[in-house]
């Protein structure tokens, strides 16, 4: 007999998703070498501030003020990352929140969870590949009207 899912209620819940998703995530093998060979990403600390960004998305903790996309931008720089690796993410995400629980908030964690990968990816899509030469010059173009 299966254990009944209930829905996020706390932290704890988040944390369990959170921690869930990247042991699931990190041994991916499409996508599990961006956390482990590009980003190395250490999850002791990594865990606490994406569980605190999820915490304020799902259950409004305010608990998470930094900014989601830098990182992502960084990395990209690093090893680009496509369309595919977005809807792999997209796909573990989902599966885990459909493992472990039901309700409106596992609900609007995959939506929001959509909606922020669309966006990094569409972001990522008008980054250069390389990072700009420390000290390059801004280019302008002016263009006169009538």
């Not at 699931?24 to 600390?45: K, N, Q, S, V, W």
């Not at 003020?65 to 690093?78: D, E, M, N, Y």
């Amino acid at each position: 007999m299966s254990e009944q899912r209930r829905d996020i209620t706390d932290r704890a819940d988040v944390e369990r998703l959170v921690r869930a998703f990247y042991s699931r995530a990190m041994t991916d093998p499409m996508i599990g070498y961006l956390f482990t060979d590009i980003a190395h990403l250490d999850l002791d600390e990594h865990v606490p501030r994406i569980t605190a960004f999820w915490e304020t998305i799902l259950l409004g903790a305010q608990t998470y003020t930094a900014g989601a996309f830098a990182p992502h931008a960084s990395l990209h720089r690093l090893s680009p990352l496509r369309k595919a690796h977005f809807e792999r993410w997209l796909m573990l995400w989902h599966t885990t929140v459909e493992e472990l629980f039901d309700g409106p908030r596992a609900a609007l964690a995959m939506v929001h969870a959509d909606r922020v990968a669309r966006a990094f990816h569409r972001r990522l899509q008008g980054l250069a590949d390389e990072p700009p030469a420390q000290g390059a010059p801004i280019q302008l173009a002016i263009t006169r009207h009538g």
